[in-house]
């Protein structure tokens, strides 16, 4: 194996829901998982023996879905899983005559500062937070596929709707967001700024760089500083037309082409992942060769930040997890 830069990539390790629910009850805080992983993998680096409390915070209980509720869609937990939104019955008729829902009305707007109001109450200072997403990303969630099909037949529409998805976007982060963090929310738009792109891979380039693309520039020009993108399908395809966004950090999906990223995106930092599906099957020398590739297809090791392993369940291994943390004493 070649020589490989001092520096490397931060191995992330994401347990799933199935996983804590084999080995633990997944209703244990943040606090308390943190502290089970210290016991279980303290000797290679995950957790902490003496985590502290958590920090009041408004948000998190609706997962990756608060956006959803936002619009309107019920928000759904079902064991051993991350919370769902439930999409919008009558999706094309919602479409045509789509408007910004108003946070004065809003239930989950209203929800968000009455838990502020009494997590500041109690201990005088709480902060709040959203993973916003994309456009897509949220219309997809409101709408399911039908989104996808008025992209394919009736992209006016589905440009009109990506645009009111980017428009809630920065309403919830300046109206609601910003205000509950006590922040100038002209000052936060300085600061860094992303967006996810999880559906893309379901529409082609083409009709990303025609339909979405805009909406998509459309929020990057709201705000100044870094630019995050993650496409968590494969990015091969996507390389060019994804180059107006201008992306300052790239996280791509498993299987991608690192190298030819790496030449389109030459100052980009970029970080990855590992499919669970092939690592639950490979042996350390697999994971080590993996890896050892990787760091030469993105390199600079410099710009090469976190290779990732989402929602690891029970079928990767504790031997499988030892050998992702140790990866630096190898190689």
């Known amino acids: 194996m070649k020589e490989h830069a001092k520096i490397l990539p931060v191995i992330s390790i994401g347990f799933s829901e199935a996983w804590w629910h084999k080995y633990y009850s997944e209703n244990n805080s943040g606090k308390d998982r943190r502290r089970l992983l210290f016991e279980r993998f303290g000797d290679v680096g995950l957790g902490e023996e003496n985590p502290p409390p958590p920090e009041p915070y408004v948000g998190g209980e609706y997962g990756d879905r608060f956006m959803s509720a936002f619009w309107g869609c019920e928000i759904v937990y079902i064991q051993v899983q991350a919370p769902a939104a439930i999409i919008l019955p009558d999706a094309w008729s919602r479409m045509e005559n789509l408007e910004v829902p108003d946070v004065e009305t809003s239930p989950i707007a ?193 710009l090469f930040t976190v290779i990732s392993v989402a929602d690891a369940g029970p079928e990767i291994s504790d031997e499988t997890v030892r050998t992702l943390m140790t990866i630096a004493d190898r190689i």
């Open 110 to 302: 209203q929800k968000a500062f009455e838990d502020a109001r009494k997590l500041k109450e109690r201990y005088g200072y709480c902060r709040a937070g959203v993973n916003f997403g994309g456009p897509l990303n949220n219309a997809v969630s409101v709408f399911g596929s039908d989104i996808l099909l008025a992209c394919a037949s009736e992209p006016k529409l589905a440009q009109r709707v990506l645009q009111k998805m980017g428009e809630a976007v920065l309403l919830v982060h300046d109206q609601i967001i910003s205000k509950i963090n006590g922040i100038d929310p002209a000052e936060t738009r300085k600061g860094g700024w992303g967006i996810g792109n999880c559906p893309v891979c379901m529409i082609s380039p083409e009709t990303y760089r025609k339909v979405v693309l805009p909406s998509d520039l459309w929020l990057r020009d709201q705000f100044q500083g870094e630019y995050g993108l993650h496409h968590c399908g494969v990015f091969d395809a996507y390389t060019e037309v994804y180059q107006p966004l201008k992306p300052s950090s790239l996280d791509l999906g498993p299987g991608t082409d690192l190298r030819k990223a790496r030449k389109a995106y030459p100052d980009a930092k970029i970080s990855t992942y590992i499919d669970v599906g092939a690592l639950s099957k490979m042996s350390q020398t697999d994971i080590d060769a993996l890896i050892a590739q990787m760091i030469d297809d993105a390199s600079p090791a410099e």
